[in-house]
Every structure is written in C-alpha cells, then in structure tokens.
C-alpha cells in the first residue's frame, strides 16, 4: 500500500498538482474537523466505482485517501484495491497528523464521537444488566458477560458491530447540510 506524508500531499498542492483527497470518516467527525480540499465519503458506504466514476477525467491521478489516524484510510485503500483501482495513496497519520503539522483545516460544529458514543452506550449496557442481575434475576447478569465478549471481539478484530449500528443512527448520519441535532 503506497503512503504519503502531510507535509508531501500538502507540497504537491502548493505546487498546483491535482489532488483529489477524500475522507472517509464518519460524515459528523468530517463536519467537525477536516483537511482543506477534502470531501466526505464515509468507509460504511464507500464506493470505489462510483468514486472513479465522478473524478471528471482524473482517474489516472492518484486519489489520496485520509481519516483521523491511517487505520480506516488503509481499509479503504483496499476496498479501492479489491475493486482494480491502483492509483490510491493511504495518507500516513491522517488528520491528525494533518492538525499537528499546522496544515489548514476547515472547522465546524463538535459532535460526540463515535467512539466516545460506544464507550457510552457499552458502559450504560453493563450497568443495566448488573443492577438488573442483583436486583431482578441473575439471568440478567448475561447482558454485562455479552457486551464484554462484544467489547474484547471488537478489540482482537478491529471491527466493533456496535459501532457500526451507531453510525447508522440518525445524529450520525448528517451531511454538510449541518443539520445535525447535537
């Protein structure tokens, strides 16, 4: 998989070379912070086709592909790589490396963060079924064990199945339109 630096993708936009970057966050991370230039195409719903399709003409420019860190920037380089597009370049360390180099960001409105509404929503789950466990009926003490299998699934696999029901949530699923509720 071919990388490139924030500080050489930045260079080749100064020096007018074409570079199509997309993101592919969450649409509500993308509104909160996101590199200059850069358009949303979130990896749940990433079309490789379709994005070659649309690039006017550029196909056989590199598309630079970013997110917060690498991790699902490198997934969607192989979705793009699975599907016989091969001019893809996986931007090493993503926006944040991106915000730490100082480079320009466009910035909008905070959002709770998928992550942080999983942590939320795990810990909420535990606690239901331990109170329910002690106070109701022991068979209730099963929730916590399943969310924990759940959990310690989504570390080994790097794939978290809760995380992925709440990116189809409404609150998480607006555009550029800002019309999001929190």
């Given at each position: 998989m071919e990388t490139i630096t924030v500080h050489q993708l930045k260079q080749l936009q100064e020096q007018g070379s074409h570079v199509d970057l997309i993101d592919v966050r969450m649409p509500t991370e993308f509104r909160e912070v996101h590199a200059e230039r850069a358009q949303n195409f979130p990896l749940d719903s990433l079309d490789p086709e379709a994005i070659t399709a649309a690039r006017n003409g550029q196909s056989n420019e590199p598309l630079y592909v970013i997110c917060k860190s690498g991790n699902r920037s490198g997934k969607a380089v192989e979705k793009f790589l699975g599907a016989g597009i091969t001019n893809v370049v996986n931007v090493d360390g993503g926006?944040?490396?991106?915000?730490?180099?100082?480079?320009?960001?466009?910035?909008?409105?905070k959002a709770v963060s998928l992550e942080r509404q999983v942590r939320i929503l795990a810990g909420l789950l535990v606690l239901v079924g331990a109170v329910l466990g002690y106070f109701v009926h022991p068979a209730f003490n099963g929730l916590s064990g399943f969310i924990g299998a759940g959990l310690m699934f989504a570390g080994i696999t790097d794939t978290c199945g809760m995380g992925m029901m709440l990116s189809k949530m409404p609150w998480n699923r607006c555009g550029d339109t800002g019309s999001c509720p929190f």
């Open positions: 926006t944040t490396a991106w915000i730490e180099a100082g480079l320009p960001v466009v910035r909008g409105k």
